[in-house]
């Protein structure tokens, strides 16, 4: 039996990532430890960090799952910040 399951990008530097550089569905975003001083997570359907956000996590003051299941036509970029950076884990398909 197979299960359809999602593939998953870790991110644990200030960076930007394009974690899919075709149309897919963004599942979930997890902070597994959040940053300090202006940490945030933003989230990009496109393929460089341009347009406007799918969303932009405050990753200085919260951390945990967070569920998207939308769909992005351009591709899935994040941006991450901060002094030290969060630790993301990214859940795509």
């Not at 959040?34 to 989230?43: E, F, Q």
């Not at 393929?47 to 003051?61: K, V, Y």
């Not at 799952?65 to 941006?79: A, M, W």
């Amino acid at each position: 039996m197979v299960i359809d399951g999602f593939s998953y990008a870790v991110i644990s530097t200030a960076t930007t990532t394009t974690v899919k550089s075709t149309a897919g569905m963004l599942h979930s975003i997890t902070v597994n430890s959040k940053g300090t001083v202006a940490s945030s997570i933003t989230i990009y359907n496109a393929l460089t960090a341009t347009g406007t956000p799918i969303a932009i996590i405050d990753s200085l003051n919260l951390y945990g799952t967070f569920s998207f299941d939308v769909y992005f036509n351009t591709g899935l970029t994040i941006v991450t910040t901060g002094t030290v950076a969060p630790n993301v884990t990214v859940s795509y398909r």
